[in-house]
């Protein structure tokens, strides 16, 4: 069993930059891969980007890539979403989640066993 928490959303104006965390309950965080997903509202969950055990494979949306970036400190239980270039449509709560580190890294949140409750971002035009 995760817990996962997130924190860090927040307003920032267009072009502005947040980072999001997320903080993992338990002695097992290492073995899961991360991911992080979005969902404004009206709109299905989407895929973000997700993170290898190590950090070493990472794999992006094409909406997100070059601006955004997933970190993990497996020492500190937390992985870590660096959002640079924030544009309007960025706009949407924010989803980390935990996968058992099975075969290829995943981009469907029905591939996740575990999630965190959401953190906000509003991004002003």
């Known amino acids: 069993q995760v817990q996962l928490v997130e924190s860090g959303g927040g307003l920032v104006q267009a072009g502005g930059s947040l980072r999001l965390s997320c903080a993992a309950s338990g002695r097992t965080f290492s073995s899961y891969y991360m991911g992080w997903f979005r969902q404004a509202p009206g709109k299905e969950r989407e895929f973000v980007a997700a993170i290898s055990l190590t950090g070493r494979s990472t794999t992006y949306a094409n909406s997100v890539k070059g601006r955004f970036t997933i970190s993990r400190d497996n020492a500190k239980n937390t992985v870590y979403l660096q959002m640079n270039s924030l544009k309007p449509e960025d706009m949407a709560v924010y989803y980390c989640?935990?996968?058992?580190?099975?075969?290829?890294?995943?981009?469907?949140?029905?591939?996740?066993?575990?999630w965190g409750q959401g953190t906000q971002v509003t991004v002003s035009s």
């Open positions: 989640a935990a996968d058992r580190a099975i075969g290829a890294l995943k981009i469907t949140p029905r591939e996740y066993d575990y």
